[in-house]
């Protein structure tokens, strides 16, 4: 009697880390050389029979689906049951990524772990770009797309998140196009890069600097990358220009040394989270004196620091953030007037899709 009261059901269980709770350049130390392997080594704990894990320049995410038996087993048996799992899944991605003991000590606070419904909800955001630092961008959309393509290549995942990740791409991809949520988005990246192209022309033969390592300039790499265009980070710290550089592209330079050879750029982006003057008179004077050529600076911190004074400088040109904020403020003012008419189809779908999922448990 007992073996028939017993049936296998599944939980869906997501553990994050995102840029919402981690700063952009401590990310890289929670992620996975090959995503992949890291997927095997999830799947090698007791009960978890599928992974897939989504890791991008903003959020290193792990979905997996493990096997509770319920029936006979008193509850409790299956709470721990869950407790273990989770705690295993702890300890692989800490064997799995370069964390250093102070992350470790904290992890538990800046794991974000989610359940069932909220699984699903999640990832339905996600999907139509309501979590991605620009609101709409399709990016994550294909990050998505890319990470089920991989993990069915790898044959990691199965048929519950098989199912579920194909769900969640197709609605959104019907909210995408009845909603119009990720038409013509723009970051504020995009826009400074427009801009400072307009005024100097912006090549691979210029040399191109950013300071700062914040979502402002997280924006700004993106472009550059994706115009395929080489540049430097600095930031106060050189761990924090390595790590943004990591999962963002740009070369680290010490922020020292950039004051010492501020002459050699051509562009330089700000975008820095500094409550003080980074960029001021007597800093760089000395070095931008014999200057044959201009620099263009843009200031996109709010609040500013680059200091106006420097523009007594020969050949210094100094364009602020409130000519890009505009610009950008009106897409940003679009897009939010879109938001809750895809949060009602996320909300009419989500008991649509978790009804879908639960027929699978059978």
């Not at 599944?10 to 700063?23: C, E, Q």
Request: proline fraction near 2%; charged fraction near 30%; hydrophobic fraction near 40%.
């Amino acid at each position: 009697m007992g073996d028939e009261m017993s049936k296998i059901s599944f939980d869906v269980i997501n553990a994050r880390v995102t840029f919402k709770n981690v700063p952009l350049h401590e990310l890289a130390k929670f992620t996975f050389k090959n995503i992949v392997t890291a997927c095997e080594e999830f799947k090698k704990i007791s009960g978890v029979d599928e992974c897939i894990i989504i890791q991008t320049a903003s959020r290193v995410e792990i979905f997996t689906v493990s096997n509770v038996e319920t029936g006979d087993s008193p509850d409790a048996r299956r709470a721990e049951g869950k407790t273990l799992i989770l705690n295993q899944i702890k300890d692989t991605w800490i064997s799995l990524s370069s964390l250093e003991q102070i992350d470790i000590d904290h992890f538990d606070q800046t794991l974000e772990v989610y359940k069932g419904d909220d699984v699903y909800l999640h990832l339905l955001r996600l999907a139509s770009g309501l979590d991605s630092i620009v609101v709409g961008k399709p990016e994550v959309y294909d990050e998505i797309m890319q990470s089920l393509d991989k993990a069915k290549n790898a044959g990691v995942a199965g048929k519950i998140l098989n199912k579920l990740f194909e769900s969640v791409i197709r609605l959104a991809t019907r909210m995408k196009d009845t909603t119009g949520i990720s038409n013509d988005v723009v970051s504020l990246g995009d826009v400074a890069v427009k801009l400072v192209d307009e005024k100097a022309g912006l090549d691979s033969k210029k040399k191109v600097l950013l300071v700062g390592t914040g979502e402002s300039a997280a924006m700004v790499a993106k472009t550059l990358n994706d115009k395929k265009i080489v540049f430097d980070v600095t930031s106060r710290g050189i761990e924090r220009a390595t790590g943004f550089t990591t999962l963002l592209g740009g070369n680290p330079i010490d922020f020292n040394h950039v004051l010492t050879t501020f002459d050699k750029y051509d562009i330089i982006f700000v975008a820095s989270i500094s409550d003080y003057f980074l960029i001021t008179f007597d800093r760089i004077r000395l070095v931008m004196e014999e200057k044959k050529k201009g620099t263009l600076i843009l200031d996109l911190s709010d609040p500013r620091t680059v200091d106006e004074g420097i523009t007594t400088l020969p050949g210094i040109k100094l364009l602020f953030r409130d000519q890009v904020a505009e610009i950008y403020e009106e897409s940003v003012k679009a897009r939010s007037g879109i938001v809750p008419a895809v949060e009602k189809i996320i909300a009419k779908e989500l008991p649509i899709l978790s009804a879908t999922m639960k027929r699978l448990d059978v």
